[in-house]
């Protein structure tokens, strides 16, 4: 069973930083685009950042220049490293890993649990 588990969400005060860690583990064939998604209530889940098996990266606007997603691909880890941390950043920050169980598999998508930021003015 595969699975994705966060850690490094909380509570920081504007113009902070945080660091997002995401695992993944179990029965891992390959891995493709890894991501951090964020919602908030009454809102869909919004792509922050995404880096694909060779480190290419996507940045939605609002974060470029402050958050920088970076992986290890020998942990199975994706990190997101945010600074200049705004109250709008506010959310549930969800893990997500484009993945293969076995080399049978087809790529599914695979979501970690959300991790809160809360980042107060």
């Known amino acids: 069973q595969v699975q994705l588990v966060e850690s490094g969400g909380g509570l920081v005060q504007a113009g902070g930083s945080l660091r997002l860690s995401c695992v993944a583990s179990?029965?891992?064939?390959?891995?493709?685009?890894m991501g951090w998604y964020r919602q908030t209530p009454g809102n869909q889940r919004e792509l922050v950042a995404s880096?694909?098996?060779?480190?290419?990266?996507n940045y939605v606007d609002s974060v470029k220049g402050r958050f920088t997603i970076s992986r290890d691909n020998a942990k199975n880890t994706v990190y997101l490293q945010m600074s200049s941390l705004k109250p709008e950043d506010t959310a549930v920050y969800y893990c997500?890993?484009?993945?293969?169980?076995?080399?049978?598999?087809?790529?599914?998508?695979?979501w970690g649990q959300g991790t809160q930021v809360t980042v107060s003015s």
């Open positions: 179990g029965r891992i064939f390959s891995i493709n685009n």
């Open positions: 880096i694909t098996s060779v480190g290419s990266t």
């Open positions: 997500h890993a484009l993945m293969r169980s076995t080399m049978r598999d087809y790529e599914r998508d695979y």
